[in-house]
C-alpha cells in the first residue's frame, strides 16, 4: 500500500511535470495492485493448507482486507485516466 500511495502522488507530479507518464503510472499502480493481491492469496492459501483447516469467518475477512490493494490501484488508475483526459487537447 505505501508503494501505491507512492505511486499516486507520482501521479500528480507527472500530471505537473510529465504528462505523458499519467497513464503509464495509472497502468502500473493497477497491475502493482492485482499483483498484490495475488501474493497475498498465495500467502495465506500456504498458511490454510498448513493448518489444516480455517473458520470461514477469518478466511473471508481476509479476502475482504486482500481486496483493499486492487482497488486502490484501480482507483489510481481511474484518476490517472481522469486527469489524461483533463489535459487532452480539446478538437
Do not use: H, N
Not at 502500473?28 to 500467502?43: D, H, P, Q, R, Y
Not at 481476509?62 to 482507483?75: D, K
Not at 484518476?79 to 478538437?91: A, E, G
Amino acid at each position: 500500500m505505501t508503494i501505491l500511495t507512492l505511486m499516486f502522488i507520482a501521479l500528480f507530479l507527472a500530471a505537473w511535470k510529465a504528462p505523458a507518464w499519467v497513464k503509464e503510472i495509472g497502468k502500473m499502480a493497477a497491475v502493482l495492485g492485482v499483483i498484490a493481491f495475488f501474493i497475498g492469496f498465495i500467502v495465506a492459501a500456504g498458511d490454510v493448507a498448513s493448518w489444516g483447516g480455517i473458520c470461514q469467518g477469518i478466511l473471508w475477512g481476509g479476502l475482504r482486507v486482500a481486496f483493499i490493494a486492487p482497488t486502490y490501484g484501480l482507483l489510481i488508475y481511474f484518476v490517472s485516466l481522469i486527469i489524461r483526459m483533463v489535459q487532452k487537447p480539446k478538437i
